[in-house]
């Protein structure tokens, strides 16, 4: 299983680490962001150093109860970015968080290699055929309602994972039909679900393998495993990397961490193990 990052192929027959560098004030896990040039390359740095396979950056905070910030503010954030780790790290994949087609559109020219749409193209549906005329992969997220409001009392008329499949079934053949050759689909942990929706979703992960596409998850530090286990997210590590091998024993070809090395050495594990049986 390859897909093609801008002319980059990316192998995923082994999972694959993405890391979290948010160009941001105000993301969820405050470890994440960076606010200067050198937070960025030591961050950066760091993921790679601990065995990054990608970096994805976004100018624009997608937790619970986020307001939309101008479009121009964050254009000028993830240029800043790009510039940097291109003059710093010219060879990693980096990938762009963002649901704005014409953000997509104005950092081109700086190297991306894959868009990380939180929306699936609901909020701005100009960005499948903008990436699909780009030839870039696509991340094609799950998210019931916006950033903003997608927390307030969420609910599904049918099984959670149900109406998933529902929604990747119509989401994928949108993608075919805008020319998005290489789809990456992410359930959405906690974008728009209750704690027991995202344990359905994850104990049945299996289930999303149908489509015969590459499977990501966000689950790093999520309030699904801080609140369960009372604790904060600077505290669920643990929690995180517990949740990761069951993600990995389901199928999920890519973790979107905030901390690589420990997502590094799970995956090791995971192929250890996968290993016995061949």
């Known amino acids: ?143 019931k309602g916006t950033p903003r409001h997608m927390q307030q009392n969420p609910s599904y008329k049918s099984n959670v994972v149900m109406a998933e499949l529902e929604y990747f079934k119509t989401s994928l053949h949108r993608c075919k039909n805008e020319g998005i050759v290489d789809v990456i689909i992410d359930p959405g942990f906690g974008f728009g679900k209750t704690i027991d929706d995202n344990y359905k979703l994850l104990y049945q992960l299996k289930a999303f393998q149908l489509f015969d596409v590459p499977i990501m998850v966000g689950l790093s530090r999520k309030s699904m495993i801080y609140k369960v286990l009372g604790i904060d997210p600077a505290a669920a590590l643990n929690g995180t990397t517990a949740l990761h091998m069951h993600a990995l024993l389901s199928g999920a070809k890519i973790l979107r961490v905030h901390d690589t090395r420990a997502a590094h050495d799970c995956i090791v594990l995971h192929q250890k193990l996968e290993s016995v049986n061949q």
């Open 1 to 143: 299983m390859t897909i093609n990052c801008g002319g980059k192929v990316l192998d995923l027959s082994k999972p694959k680490v993405m890391a979290i560098c948010n160009i941001t004030g105000d993301s969820f896990f405050k470890e994440s962001r960076v606010a200067s040039e050198k937070e960025l390359i030591t961050m950066a740095g760091q993921h790679l150093s601990d065995g990054a396979d990608i970096i994805d950056i976004g100018g624009m905070s997608s937790r619970p109860g986020a307001k939309e910030i101008p479009l121009k503010d964050e254009i000028v954030k993830l240029i800043w970015a790009l510039k940097i780790l291109r003059r710093e790290f010219n060879n990693v994949l980096i990938s762009i968080d963002t649901y704005r087609a014409e953000v997509v559109k104005s950092v081109t020219e700086y190297g991306i290699n894959m868009v990380n749409d939180i929306s699936g193209g609901s909020i701005d549906p100009d960005i499948l055929p903008t990436v699909g005329a780009l030839n870039l992969p696509y991340v094609l997220m799950h998210m």
